[in-house]
């Protein structure tokens, strides 16, 4: 229903421009509202969820949703495939900003308005809007840890104590930074409809725009600053949002997975721009630090803007881009990756195993996080989420090899800017071209990787345990 309902925003935007997409939108909405309100009427009684209920609703909810997303698009035309509106919807919710649209610019407003939408929705995980809907009660704890990431256990964010009242504030918060890029832009005189759609993009780190070349198409540099900067808070942990309004300065200050945001940040940023000055591919040092900046965090923050074509940068610029994939952003961000939570204990992981084995064999050393010492098992939790992440882009890569038979630097890039929701990747898939020629089988094993690194892996995966279907 809440599907439904908000292809009513993309139906004004069909009305003002009149490009004929108005009817596929409105027959849409109306059989998606079909679908959910007899659903509705049957649930209208609270039902109690358990565990297993809220990640059988996490995964293929997603499924289902993305599905009948896809349904404007095919009716209008724009998308005859179910495969392909299925795979640019995923992509749109679980913003990833991988398209297989060769030609984004001829396809009408109003679709082009819904693509965007979908990373609104996406952006602060689709299914955490709907605990707004739901009693309160354990049903929404329930689907909201299926869809949160394993980052969010590890730092304990739970910063109210009724999941109702975090979402209102968390999603309050995500529209008002949505709602503020919109009017910077508007000012530097980007039309409102564009606005709209690169907010909606970057307040979600996702990437999708209305432009063929996407930001690169105006070669603004207030508008490139601006989108910078708010990727840069997209990528942040939301609950020092919370913290910021509240005064509690204190606590930002002791967030050890911030200050690493922040280092590794200024480490890449530096070392792109230094690099592409010294190569001297765009003239003067501030023009480097624009173009080098702005790709460092759109590829970290896994958003999938692009400015320039980055392949054809120095080989070392792109290297640090390649690395900047495997990096992500906060946890409880909007972002995907592995995130910098994971590489921070694991640093310290390989930091005290050493100390312990070859210094200090008697001491006790823990890894702590914020000041606090952490728990062994979310230690565990850490390092073995990285060697999946690193088993399934390998995996992935050999895949795509033999079922499509490219090269090896599209393959595996094509399931790294999918699995970390990137979008745009090198080769094939690079910023100057799209997904549209990978195959069907391809796409949907690309679409899963989309949903997959979306629900950051278990979620996804433990229902492929055969335990997870016996009562």
Known sequence: MVTGGSMGLPVISSLYYKEGDLLSILISGIITLAMGLPLAWYFRKEHELNI????????????????????????????????????????????????????????????????????????????????????????????????????????????????RDAMIWLWGIYLTLNLLETLLLRLGGMSIFDSLCHSFGTVSTSGYSPKNASIGHYNNAYFDWIITLFMFLGGMTFLLFYQMLKGDWQSIKENTEFRWYVGVLLFFCGMVTWILWKENTYGGLLDSMRYGTFQVMSILTTTGFTTADYEKWPQAAQMFLWVSCFIGACAGSTTSGIKIVHYVIICKYMYASVKKTFLQPMSVVTVRLNNRPTDPLIVDLAICYFIVNIFMVLGGGCFMVLSDDMDYVTAMSSVIATLMNIGPGFGGVGPS??????????????????????????????????????K
């Open 52 to 163: 297993k209920d809220g990640f059988f609703i996490a995964v293929f909810g997603w499924v289902l949703i993305s599905a009948l997303s896809g349904l404007p698009f095919m009716i209008y035309g724009a998308i005859p495939s179910f495969t392909d509106a299925f795979f640019e919807m995923m992509s749109g919710y679980t913003t990833s900003g991988a398209t297989i649209l060769t030609d984004i610019e001829v396809v009408p407003h109003g679709l082009l308005f819904w693509r965007s939408q979908t990373h609104l929705l996406g952006g602060m995980g689709f299914l955490t809007l709907t605990v707004i809907f739901l009693p309160h009660g354990m049903g929404g704890v329930r689907i909201f840890r299926a869809e949160s990431s394993p980052g969010q256990v590890i730092t304990k964010e739970r910063f109210m104590p009724r999941n």
């Open 433 to 470: 071209e799209n997904y549209a020629h990978i195959s069907d089988v391809g796409k949907w094993f690309l679409s899963w990787n989309m949903l997959v690194g979306r629900l950051e892996m278990f979620s996804v995966l433990v229902v492929f345990y055969p335990a997870f279907w016996k």
